[in-house]
């Protein structure tokens, strides 16, 4: 235990209780005070001390507004705070508004000599947990401080358990989305898996779209999307018939229609990605749309495509043309690079079909099935 003299703040841990005078000062341990009384009258903080140390409270004391706020600062936050409404310096309207937007988890209990009523409503709005009038007895200090803190336990516990819920809820819903994704991924992979003329094709036109929207200056969120919308472009074959799919010759008005079902088919599969990831439907939705307009399913032309789709269309058709189907051969990877370039401007967007072609330079190392 140290003596202080006034204001003295002699240790970290050692705060001066903020006395008028010097033989009035006494040591209080910081870190360990709950209770913080303040008033210009020694006598009343005395008192109040007394009180309050008797119900097991371990009290500091300042003799005014500004020297209580210095207390707060060299204590941080205490849960209790007693204060008087007329002192120098700083009066306890101008304390508690400071109190209670540098420590709002601070309750703060207002005492005054005078029986005015607006200034009782004036403190309450302003945010203190209760006026008391003095002379105050120790039965009416007692309960007053019990239902202040009680409601400041309450109002605590209220905020880490809504903070914590919140957490848990985000955290599941994530959890939801990826195990949803997972399952989507893995449907990809196994409806591919059953024809040998298609095995591959969702990676690999993920890795090239994700290749040519790099160029294109697309990067973290937006380059993740265009790697799962690639992936993912084809998932509403699932609702096309194998033998429309697989069909060697040319498809009947009919088949076609069917085909041309298969976006937005992925589209409604996939909705529940809708509010974090709108741009793998716009993938999914328009990978067929064409720049003059004569694509599907909506007819989109030129910068009404998403322009995640133009590039996975890109994508797309060169894996389709470098790769054998059952009614044709591979094409080699320079002459489809070529025929990009022929369609660039009427079905394929100009400026992705030439950052596919410059992501690509080297034939020999693109991922082409043998
Ligand atoms: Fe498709």
Known sequence: MVRLDVRGIHHPTQVIAAMPHAEEAKPVVAGSANCLIVDDEPSVRRSLSRMLQAQGFHCLEACSGRQGLEVLDQTGEIPLIISDMRMPELDGMGFLEQVRRRFPDSSVIMLSGMSETTTAVDCLHLGAADFLLKPISLGELQARVTRALEKRALVLQNRFYQKHLEQQVQEQAQRIQELFLQGVQMLARALEAKD???????????????????????????????????????????????????????????????????????????????????????????????????????????????????????????????????????????????????????????RAVEAFVAAHPDPSELPIPA
């Open 196 to 350: 040998a003329y298609t095995r591959g094709h969702s990676i690999r036109v993920s890795q090239y779209a994700v290749a040519t929207a790099a160029r294109l200056g697309f990067a973290g969120p937006g380059l993740d999307g265009i790697r799962l919308g690639g992936e993912l472009h084809d998932i509403g074959k699932i609702g096309t018939r194998e033998a429309v799919l697989h069909k060697p010759s040319s498809l009947t008005p009919e088949e076609f229609q069917q085909i041309t079902e298969h976006p937005a088919l992925g589209e409604r599969m996939l909705s529940p990605l809708a509010h974090e990831s709108p741009d793998v439907l716009r993938i999914v939705r328009s990978h067929h749309e064409r720049l003059d307009g004569r694509g599907f399913p909506d007819g989109l032309r030129g910068e009404n495509i998403p322009i995640e789709a133009r590039i996975v269309a890109v994508a797309d058709s060169f894996d389709a043309m470098t790769t054998r189907r059952p009614y044709r051969e591979a094409r080699p990877p320079d002459d489809a690079m070529r025929e990009l370039r022929r369609v660039a401007g009427t079905q394929l967007d100009p």
